[in-house]
């Protein structure tokens, strides 16, 4: 059976038939940010992977009435709102309110994504970084104060990734 959802992005409605309850929707935007690696969350590059991480049972539609579930996502803020609608009726109950990084781990039941330096990344993406800068402090015609700019990115990719081995270990 459907449960179908409004999700609107910074303006953008998106409608989707199936998984549109909250553990439903934090695998959508899991999907949406493993597809945005390794560029940094923005508005039109959220929506555009939201769709192809979701294209079966999405659709940039005005569909309204009969959806069981509405999510407004402020990809500035990193946000979402979550609120559960009374079929047949416009009764909204507010099931969440916050960061968009809590919701999904929260909803999926363990930590999966982090909000680094304002933006989203998952374990993976995080270690890329992590390497990235650490390899990047290495350079050679680099000067002091550039090299310990890149250390200390390493260094909070290296914390986030702690997180990470901290659930793993549960």
Request: aromatic content about 10%; some cysteine; charged content about 30%.
């Amino acid at each position: 059976m459907a449960t179908r959802s409004i999700i609107t992005i910074d303006g953008t409605r998106i409608y989707s038939h199936y998984d549109g309850y909250p553990e439903g929707m934090a695998y959508k935007l899991l999907e949406a940010v493993k597809l945005l690696h390794p560029e940094p969350l923005r508005s039109a590059r959220l929506l555009n992977a939201f769709i192809a991480a979701n294209y079966t049972n999405c659709d940039l539609d005005d569909v309204t009435g009969g959806e069981e579930y509405r999510y407004t996502i402020n990809t500035q803020e990193l946000t979402i709102i979550a609120q559960e609608i009374e079929i047949g009726t416009d009764n909204k109950e507010l099931i969440y309110n916050g960061k968009i990084s809590d919701f999904i781990n929260r909803e999926i039941g363990k930590v999966v994504i982090q909000e680094i330096e304002g933006n989203l990344y998952t374990r993976q993406q995080a270690r890329e970084k992590y390497l990235y800068h650490l390899e990047d402090s290495d350079r050679e015609l680099w000067t002091d104060e550039m090299r310990e700019k890149s250390l200390q990115k390493a260094h909070t990719f290296k914390t986030a990734l702690s997180l990470y081995e901290k659930e793993a270990r549960k």
